[in-house]
């Protein structure tokens, strides 16, 4: 299974639920300190950009495009951020 996190929760909750095959993606914000060690023994990759902001929609489709080509035939499974 491949995750998308989106937000410092999101990535705990990917981190959490991810099988020692699996791989996380996340947005550059999502990472918080305390979760860097957690991550170099799990096949985490960090995107340069975050995704919010007036691009984030475009952005998304882009993160999910590159993550397809990294792993095909497998599901991806994106972050849902409720509207506040």
């Known amino acids: 299974m491949i995750f998308l996190a989106i937000t410092p929760k999101g990535?705990?909750?990917a981190?959490?639920?991810a099988g020692e095959d699996d791989h996380v993606w996340c947005g550059r914000d999502a990472v918080a300190a305390a979760q860097s060690g957690e991550m170099t023994k799990r096949n985490v990759t960090i995107f340069s950009y975050?995704?919010?902001g007036l691009n984030a929609h475009e952005d998304l489709q882009g993160a999910v495009l590159t993550m397809e080509e990294h792993h095909?035939?497998?599901?991806v499974w994106v972050e849902r951020i409720s509207p506040e």
Do not use: V
Not at 72 to 75: A, E, F, K, L, M
């Open 72 to 75: 095909r035939g497998q599901s």
């Open 15 to 17: 981190l959490a639920s």
């Open 50 to 52: 975050a995704f919010t």
């Open 11 to 13: 990535l705990s909750d």
